[in-house]
């Protein structure tokens, strides 16, 4: 158990480190940001046609009500939280990469929910807006990495059984 929180700690302060070295901003994180933004509006546009997006902004072109899509609500740091935990836990390479593409799916898929719900959340009440994107959405991202962690947990073999972990 040492072992595992030592090599998880120290791979996520690596890995946070290199996310904020400007060429890794530059060339990933924020054309991934701009895309979640892309995305977020696409699927918006579906139901509401008053849509605009800029870039890393999603606007409404009724009450000009916008959103910023910043990096740190981009959903990366949580999947490097995830990223780190699998990386460190004594599991097959197989069920590792089986865990990031799961986990990945699961943390942006709420990610997009998180966006569009604080969109509308904002045109709504600022005073709520800004209690669900400071407090409610910031856990429930991270309680969703924590969660694919403990699932991904339960599906890996055991080294002396053969079997799946289980308790």
């Known amino acids: ?13 690596a890995l946070f480190f290199i996310e904020m070295l400007q060429p890794v901003q530059q060339a990933i994180i924020l054309p991934w940001t701009d895309f979640l933004a892309k995305i977020s509006a696409s699927i918006m546009l579906l139901f509401d046609t008053n849509i605009e997006v800029y870039g890393k902004i999603i606007r409404s072109s009724i009450n000009h ?11 990366v740091e949580a999947m490097i939280v995830l990223l780190a935990a699998i990386i460190a836990f004594p599991a097959p390479l197989i069920y590792k990469i089986k865990g990031l593409i799961i986990g ?9 929910i998180r966006i569009i719900s604080l969109f509308y959340l904002g045109q ?6 800004d209690w669900a994107h400071l407090y409610i959405w910031q856990a ?13 947990i339960r599906f890996i073999p055991n080294e002396k059984e053969g079997s799946r972990v289980t308790s």
């Open 1 to 13: 158990m040492f072992r595992f929180l030592l090599s998880f700690l120290l791979i996520q302060a």
């Open 65 to 75: 009500f916008a959103v910023s899509i910043e990096p740190g609500c981009n959903g």
């Open 104 to 112: 990945f799916i699961a943390i942006q898929g709420m990610n997009l």
């Open 124 to 129: 709504w009440s600022q005073v709520a807006f």
């Open 140 to 152: 429930l991202i991270m309680l969703d990495a924590l969660i694919v962690f403990l699932i991904w």
